[in-house]
């Protein structure tokens, strides 16, 4: 009994470390440094940072015209869009640009479809860009642009005093095409107030892919040091037990899990090097899925040839009167 106790402790433990992990980074990620509102020699007057993108919004609003800035961590174009009547990004007013070979280029667009943009120029409406600026740097790509606040022609959205639902996403691409994949969000800003929020669904949806994953695996570790305490108090002490020893299990075992753990290392490793490098979230889920199964092949060929098999044999009164 003492044994499975103590077996009880270790998952339990360990569904403790993995949601102090989690609840440590998420508190981590919450304490912003101070921000430097001066962009490209232009000293901004309200900033927004999307957690989800990574990307970094600043505006100021002079007289009738608004001057923004973005700072994004990709090394492509960086966009941010204004109202789309849905489904999806269908009927925003977008502003995209990215840097290359020093030089900046810039497009206002029109998204025609919830999933395609075209240049508004082409949708029968105007460039309202005032005038703009562009930088890459080692840390991401830096986009400035100015524009009228009210519409200046057809599909152009006027900044009201109001909340509007803003659209933000990067690409890796030099180029107005290339998709942004994942690094993508949609939120609600009231650029005369400055008061924003997260659009959001569900209460996950601050957190990332990956610790979503870890707070299941603990509740799911906490969960089987629970079972396991509680069976141990039940079965109490077992005294009947038939121990059936394994032969010698060879080289062949051995092998076959040294092999499989070689692999579940290189798995994990992996895992780690996409999670920083920004990859997509099917790349990510089968990467754990392929750790998860190399960890249950270990557990079952190791349970398989080095484990004694145990025979309980005994009645327990639990007085249910069946």
């Known amino acids: 009994m003492k044994r499975y106790v103590n077996i009880s402790m270790i998952f339990f433990i360990i569904g403790i470390v993995l949601i102090s992990f989690v609840t440590y980074e998420i508190l981590l990620k919450q304490k912003h440094p101070k921000v430097n509102m001066t962009v490209l020699g232009t000293k901004y007057t309200n900033h927004f940072f999307d957690e989800k993108t990574k990307i970094n919004v600043f505006w100021k609003i002079n007289k009738n015209k608004i001057h923004f800035a973005l700072v994004s961590p990709g090394k492509g174009w960086v966009g941010i869009g204004f109202n789309p009547k849905g489904p999806v990004m269908n009927g925003a007013d977008i502003f995209m640009g990215f840097v290359k070979n020093g030089k900046t280029y810039i497009n206002e667009e029109y998204a025609n479809t919830p999933y395609s943009h075209e240049p508004i120029t082409q949708a029968g409406g105007k460039d309202c860009i005032l005038?703009?600026?562009?930088?890459?740097?080692?840390?991401?790509t830096i986009l400035t642009f100015e524009r009228n606040l009210k519409s200046c022609g057809l599909h152009d959205k006027t900044i009201s005093n109001k909340d509007m639902t803003v659209m933000l996403a990067y690409s890796n691409g030099k180029n107005f095409t290339k998709?942004?994949?994942p690094n993508h969000n949609e939120v609600h800003i009231n650029f005369f107030k400055n008061t924003k929020k997260q659009k959001s669904?569900?209460?996950?949806?601050?957190?990332?892919?990956?610790?979503?994953?870890?707070i299941a695996w603990a509740l799911l570790f906490i969960l089987a040091g629970i079972i396991g305490f509680a069976s141990s108090f039940v079965e109490k002490d077992v005294n009947h037990v038939i121990f059936i020893k394994k032969n010698t299990a060879g080289m062949f075992p051995f092998?076959?899990?040294?092999?499989?753990?070689?692999?579940?290392l290189a798995c994990a490793i992996w895992l780690i090097v996409e999670l920083y490098s920004?990859?997509?979230?099917?790349?990510?889920?089968?990467?754990?899925?392929?750790?998860f199964i190399l960890m249950a092949l270990i557990v079952l060929f190791y349970r398989k040839f080095y484990i004694d098999d145990e025979i309980i044999a005994q009645d327990i009164n639990d007085e249910i009167p069946w």
Not at 131 to 140: F, L, N, R
Request: charged share 10%; no cysteine.
């Open 131 to 140: 005038s703009y600026k562009g930088e890459s740097t080692p840390d991401g």
């Open 278 to 291: 920004n990859a997509i979230n099917s790349l990510i889920g089968i990467i754990t899925g392929f750790n």
């Open 201 to 214: 669904y569900m209460i996950t949806s601050h957190l990332s892919s990956y610790q979503i994953g870890l």
């Open 179 to 181: 998709y942004h994949g």
């Open 255 to 264: 092998l076959l899990i040294f092999f499989l753990s070689a692999g579940e």
